[in-house]
């Protein structure tokens, strides 16, 4: 999940301090994309940091340097897996595209036409909250709303099984679409999870299958993304995978797997996502190539729908759209569950983009991870053929 203060810091951190003249001359390869992510996780000592680079279309450098645990000796490895927090709403706003694309789905269908057995229940004002209104943050749910499991049993119980989180969040659904909207639809952005949630339940709804699978059937499995999936990564009490971390009274608190190291499962289309480096390239390549040629995902004419921002705003399919020197039109998003943080930055026009991941949530990670993107922006814009 992306707080609101992180994801005003990612809406706000904007020229990463380039100095264009002075960027180096070669291509950015895996070794030289290391190079820049040791000497910043040192600086900010971080556990591990992470990072890809798309160009054309592929993924041209990954890598990962720190280790899974703080204090521990296991290295990390580019194939490791890091949490997507909020970068996972990309994807459910890719899902919602494709059934838009199918005929079962429509930009404008209303709640009550999106979730229609629950549609009694709603308040009327909900009713008529449409899929563009969710998509855009412009759905009047506040970013407050949030899931809260009864006990840890079921937590347990979301985590071991897709049906039961799908029910899960149903039922969250149910509930909150019963309130009032806090503005009216379509007017006012306000960051939230819960409509993302609201588009999972849809999605699960129209496919008749938890949004958990459909993620791995339609994105993790079309792209080849084998590391994709869902929680926190690795085994309990092993260091498999690199451990979550927090920041208490400045020291590091290194977070086990297991079912509380993560928001609760039927919060997934919202930011429960994770899969290694480069195989987020792989997600993020689609998306950065999406408008520009057929055979990623969507329609270019959906993809550029999707990333069209509706209502006057600069929010659209699970992306900040905003304009930047160095990539004219550009997309933004970063995400964090507060353990973890990522943060990418696409360049549609110019044909590049870079992800940047850590184990460890809280400021300081916001702010290295921006550097190291930085630092790899200004080597693919300078190192090779792109302007």
Same mark, same amino acid.
């Given at each position: ?60 450098? =990954? ?9 521990? !000796? ?26 838009? $694309?199918? %005929? ?15 549609? $009694? ?52 659904? !149910? ?28 999605? =699960? ?28 990564? %690795? ?14 009274? %400045? ?35 689609? !998306? ?92 693919? !814009? ?6």
């Amino acid at each position: 999940m992306l707080t609101r203060r992180e994801f005003l810091y990612a809406a706000a951190s904007s020229t990463f301090s380039m100095s264009l003249a002075d960027a180096p001359s070669d291509r950015l390869t895996s070794r030289r994309l290391a190079g820049m992510l040791e000497p910043i996780r040192t600086k900010t000592d971080l556990p591990a940091l992470a990072a890809v680079a798309i160009e054309d279309g592929r993924v041209v450098a =990954e890598a990962a340097t720190g280790v899974r645990k703080y204090g521990g !000796t296991t290295r990390v490895t580019a194939r490791d897996r890091f949490h997507l927090g909020s970068c996972t709403k990309a994807m459910t706003a890719t899902l919602v595209a494709m059934l838009i $694309e199918e %005929g079962k789905l429509d930009w404008t269908t209303p709640l009550a036409e999106g979730l229609p057995e629950i549609a $009694e229940d709603m308040h009327p004002d909900m009713r008529r909250v449409t899929v563009d209104h969710l998509l855009a943050h412009r759905s009047g749910l506040a970013g407050s709303l949030h899931p809260a499991p009864a006990n840890l049993a079921e937590v347990a119980e979301g985590r071991r099984s897709p049906e039961a989180s799908r029910r899960q969040r149903l039922a969250f659904v !149910t509930k909150i679409l019963r309130g009032r909207p806090g503005t009216e639809p379509g007017s006012t952005y306000a960051y939230s999870n819960a409509g993302y949630m609201v588009l999972g339940a849809i999605v =699960e709804r129209l496919l008749d299958a938890p949004w958990e699978e459909i993620m791995r059937k339609r994105i993790f499995g079309r792209l080849r993304m084998r590391t994709g999936g869902f929680g926190a990564m %690795g085994t309990p009490g092993k260091q498999d995978q690199p451990w979550q971390h927090r920041l208490r009274d %400045g020291q590091h608190v290194p977070v086990s797997p297991g079912i509380l190291a993560d928001n609760p499962p039927a919060l997934g289309p919202a930011g429960t996502a994770h899969c290694s480096p480069g195989d987020w390239g792989k997600y993020l390549a689609a !998306t950065l190539m999406g408008q520009r040629e057929p055979g990623h995902l969507l329609k270019p004419e959906t993809w550029q729908r999707l990333l069209s921002p509706q209502f006057g705003g600069n929010y659209a399919g699970g992306w900040l759209v905003t304009q930047r020197d160095w990539g004219g039109t550009v997309l933004t998003h970063a995400g964090s569950n507060t353990m973890s943080f990522c943060v990418a930055w696409l360049a549609p026009e110019k044909g590049f983009g870079v992800g940047v991941m850590t184990n460890q949530g809280g400021d300081e990670a916001a702010r290295a991870c921006d550097e190291v993107a930085g630092a790899a922006i200004q080597s693919l !814009t300078k190192g090779g053929k792109l302007p």
